[in-house]
C-alpha cells in the first residue's frame, strides 16, 4: 500500500510538472500573439502619419518613418537610391507641390515578420492627384530601432 502510495504521488507530481510547462507554453504563445499584434498595430500608424504627411507634401514628415541614416535603401523606377537624404531629394524632385504629391492611400495586404524586431509589409499605394492619378505596389521592411519602428528598406514601382 505504501509503494502504491507513492507512485500515486510521484504521477501526480508529473501531471502538475507537466501542466505547469504546458501553461507556460501556451502562455508564452500568447505574448508572442500579443507582441505580434502590438508590433503590426505601430507599423500600421507609422504608414497611417506617413499618408497624412503626404497628402499634406509635408515630406520631411512623411520621411519621418524611415531610418535617418545612409544605409537606407529605396528601389524605383530609378533604381537604387541610398540614404535618407537622397531619398527625400528625390521625393522633393518627384513631387514639388501638392498637386504633385496629391492624397497618398495604402492597402495593405500583408504584414509578415521577419526575425525579432524586424517586419516586411507588402501592399498597394494610391496617389489621388491633379496632375494624374499615380498607383503601384511596395514592399518595405521594418526594424525597431530605439524602440521606434522605422522603414530600412522600400521597394516600390508603379
Not at 508529473?14 to 505580434?36: D, H, L, M, P, R
Not at 504584414?111 to 498597394?124: D, F, K, L, Q, R
Request: some cysteine.
Amino acid at each position: 500500500m505504501k509503494y502504491i502510495l507513492i507512485i500515486v504521488a510521484a504521477l501526480s507530481l508529473n501531471s502538475c510538472i507537466n501542466v505547469g510547462v504546458s501553461s507556460q507554453g501556451s502562455s508564452n504563445k500568447n505574448k508572442t500573439v500579443i507582441s505580434t499584434n502590438d508590433d503590426k498595430a505601430a507599423i500600421l500608424k507609422v504608414m497611417k502619419d506617413q499618408e497624412i504627411a503626404w497628402s499634406n507634401n509635408d515630406l520631411e514628415g512623411f520621411m519621418q518613418g524611415y531610418i535617418k541614416s545612409d544605409s537606407l535603401k529605396f528601389y524605383g523606377k530609378s533604381g537604387l537610391t541610398k540614404g535618407w537624404q537622397a531619398t527625400l531629394d528625390n521625393y522633393k524632385k518627384g513631387y514639388p507641390t501638392k498637386e504633385h504629391s496629391g492624397t497618398l492611400t495604402f492597402k495593405v495586404n500583408d504584414i509578415s515578420p521577419i526575425e525579432t524586431n524586424s517586419y516586411w509589409v507588402m501592399g498597394e499605394y494610391f496617389l489621388s492627384r491633379k496632375v494624374g492619378d499615380a498607383n503601384g505596389v511596395f514592399m518595405i521592411i521594418f526594424k525597431k530601432i530605439d524602440d521606434e519602428w522605422k522603414i530600412v528598406a522600400d521597394m516600390s514601382c508603379g
